[in-house]
């Protein structure tokens, strides 16, 4: 029996392989390096890195001297030296000892005190090469080199005090003969002037020095003093336009002038405002907060232009609002506080809220994914965790009167709920001021509307002619998103906006696309039940004069009405509220601005249920269901109206005689003589006006015309 051998070249080759790896693997093991390799120290300590396989190395430090002949260093030894002023340590970096942080400190005093060995006889105090020499057994690996060069430091010359300096007032004297002298009893870096600097420090910065005034470099008599002038260099007018001046008005005092003093402006930061404390008021008005009895805000969860939810937002007096809050609970909240909270009522007198508690068990409006907990397995059912008495909704009722609250009435409605990983909570807030037993209709401007103010709709009852109130609103998504299960909130002056939900729809569904487009039309039509829009802030509910119809406008659409499987065309899944407005006038300076007309316009999509393409025929389950965005945005155009009079013929023929198109307005040549000028009082003017007059007609009298006049008559005369 014969077996066959491999051939002699493949076991060269997989034995050089081998050796090959080995090799590899041996210089991975033993590879170390500095990071960084090379330092220049300034001070008494410096830190390097060691990365690399450091688990059988060894350091040493060594003071190395660079050659006379070549410059260069000596090559890296494992030999230690004896280097009494250089400590050496180390610190193991990580878990698996692949790096080390070396630490070398200097183990002496940098005082300087002259000529004794123990400090430092001069300013430079250490100029020293040092090497870290990093060795496995005696083999050097790497090496890390320091370039020392610390000077000493500079103690006080005498005793330091800790009272204060003095400095003298700025307004009448300078800071001193040196200004940069701003350390007592020390000596300060490049202040060439500071009398605490010895001959040895001035040395270390000498031509560093500070320039100018602050560096003490103060020039006494400025050029056109009349005393820095001499005898010989003194031009001859010099006398006559030198400025007399005492020494002590020196023009560098504007220099360290402080002045009035100077609040400096708030600059932008992502830094949490502080909310300043609150400033007890006798009578409440409109838009002020509303304070509690130990001069607190008075505050209700509200959610800020950012949508977020502040937990603690005042509550301003006679301003609604209404807030919606989603949170994903990661545990159950704590127990319901104590709301019933004693409230300054802006009379002198003081109203306590009044607290009714709501049990709600139909939590479709405030738990998101019901369905998704109701079809959790046994396994997370049995996780779940029952949170009792959850605070779903505070509707707070605040009755006023005047300048002040009557009543504060509040609906806290609570539930339980299932904690569970899905569940996000939807809370709400609301805040309603009510005069007397009827909640007012608050009015969005007087008469024109302001900006932030809802915009109010309408529609006429044909039996009695009397105009109701009706919402123009946009999507507001919370909890999931659809639509179903949308809140909606008004449209407000003067902000354009975007909002949308999702509309689950069904194979079935696509198949139908007239039904589709007028329930998707209807649900949108939804949003803008009113026909008609007040044209003011205040409006007239008995009175159409200021009221204007809303308007829709049929876009045609090149896309064909019909679809195919799975999708359908024209579909108007967009709703687009056009507010075109105009100012009508002023009220105290304030542009009043009123909506001249409302445009709706719906924009058409098509609708495509997406379904997978590896079956031949894909869609073909009925009960496939894809969600599609329904959105709703507000725009307001602001229409410009000259309110100025037409032009005459005369004005647009002859141009010239136009003040607003020429500097030189002759109409109104004598308009100072008027009671209309107010650049100076009138008694003035006219008196002004009468010497040019009083001019004009000496002028002539004596002048060339009016000679040859006397002369002509004299001439007749004889």
């Not at 009123?594 to 079956?615: G, H, N, P, R």
Request: hydrophobic share 40%; glycine share 6%.
């Amino acid at each position: 029996m014969s077996t066959k051998r491999p051939p002699a070249c493949l076991n060269v080759v997989s034995q050089t392989l081998f050796v090959f790896v080995l090799l590899l693997k041996e210089e991975a093991a033993c590879s170390v390096v500095f990071q960084p390799s090379f330092l220049v120290a300034s001070g008494a300590r410096a830190s390097a890195f060691l990365v690399g396989n450091v688990s059988d190395i060894s350091l040493t430090i060594s003071s190395v001297t660079p050659s006379n002949t070549t410059g260069r260093l000596p090559l890296p030894s494992c030999v230690p030296s004896s280097l009494a002023q250089w400590n050496l340590s180390q610190e193991i970096i990580g878990k698996f000892q692949t790096a080390l942080l070396v630490h070398v400190s200097l183990n002496r005093t940098l005082q300087l005190c002259g000529n004794k060995t123990e400090c430092c006889a001069q300013p430079l105090c250490v100029g020293e090469t040092v090497r870290v020499s990093a060795c496995l057994g005696n083999v050097p690996l790497s090496s890390l080199v320091i370039q020392a060069q610390i000077y000493a430091q500079l103690p006080p010359a005498g005793p330091v005090s800790e009272n204060k300096t003095v400095i003298p007032n700025q307004v009448f004297q300078p800071l001193g003969h040196c200004p940069c002298d701003l350390s007592p009893g020390e000596c300060d870096v490049r202040c060439c002037c500071d009398q605490d600097c010895t001959p040895e420090l001035l040395w270390l910065f000498a031509g560093h020095c500070l320039p100018g005034p602050f560096g003490g470099s103060i020039i006494l008599a400025p050029e056109y003093d009349c005393a820095s002038q001499s005898a010989e260099n003194a031009p001859d007018w010099f006398p006559f336009l030198c400025v007399t001046s005492p020494s002590e008005n020196n023009p560098f005092l504007g220099l360290f002038y402080h002045g009035q003093t100077v609040f400096p402006k708030p600059a932008p930061s992502f830094q949490a405002q502080q909310v300043a404390p609150p400033v007890p008021s006798t009578h409440y008005r409109q838009g002020e907060p509303i304070l509690t009895t130990d001069n607190q805000y008075f505050t209700i969860p509200q959610v800020s232009l950012l949508g977020q939810c502040l937990e603690s937002a005042p509550v301003a007096f006679l301003q609604d609002f209404e807030a919606v809050c989603v949170r994903t609970l990661q545990a159950c909240p704590a127990a319901p506080a104590d709301l019933r909270v004693a409230v300054r009522d802006g009379l002198g007198g003081v109203v306590t809220v009044n607290v009714v508690d709501e049990v709600t068990t139909d939590l479709s409006s405030f738990v998101s994914s019901p369905a998704k907990l109701e079809s959790a397995g046994p396994e997370l059912v049995a996780e779940r965790q029952l949170c009792v008495n959850v605070v779903l909704a505070l509707m707070y009722t605040l009755d006023w009167r005047g300048n002040g609250l009557t009543a504060i009435n509040l609906i806290r409605r609570t539930g339980n709920v299932t904690l569970n990983a899905a569940v996000s909570l939807t809370t709400r807030y609301s805040a309603v001021f009510v005069n007397g037993n009827v909640t007012a209709q608050p009015n969005s401007g007087n008469p024109g509307y302001q900006v932030g103010r809802p915009v109010i709709g309408g529609f006429s009852d044909s039996p009695t002619g009397a105009i109701e109130r009706a919402a123009i609103s946009l999507w507001q998504a919370v909890g999931d998103g659809l639509c179903s299960s949308a809140d909606v909130r008004p449209v407000l002056y003067g902000l354009n906006s975007t909002s949308g939900c999702l509309m689950p729809v069904s194979l079935l569904s696509l198949t139908q696309c007239s039904q589709l487009r007028e329930t998707v039309r209807s649900v949108l039509a939804g949003l803008v039940p009113a026909s008609l829009v007040s044209r003011t802030g205040t409006p007239d509910l008995s009175s159409l004069a200021t009221w204007t119809n809303i308007t829709t406008v049929v876009q045609n659409s090149s896309q064909p009405a019909g679809g195919f499987s799975g999708s359908c065309s024209r579909v108007p899944a967009h709703l687009h509220i056009h507010i075109r407005s105009v100012i009508m006038g002023m009220v105290g300076g304030v542009p009043q601005k009123m909506i001249q007309a409302v445009e709706l316009s719906f924009k058409e999509t098509t609708w495509s249920l997406e379904c997978d393409a590896i079956e031949g025929n894909p869609c073909v389950n009925p009960h496939l269901t894809q969600s599609f965005p329904v959105t709703s945005s507000v725009t307001f155009t602001d229409t410009l109206i000259s309110t100025q009079p037409p032009k005459s013929r005369f004005r647009i023929n002859f141009t010239e005689f136009d003040c607003e198109r020429n500097d030189v307005c002759w109409p109104e040549l004598a308009f100072p003589l008027t009671p209309y000028y107010t650049g100076e009082p009138y008694s003035q003017a006219l008196a002004k006006g009468l010497i040019l007059v009083f001019f004009f007609i000496a002028a002539s009298v004596l002048g060339t015309p009016w000679r040859q006049i006397r002369q002509a008559w004299s001439n007749t005369s004889l």
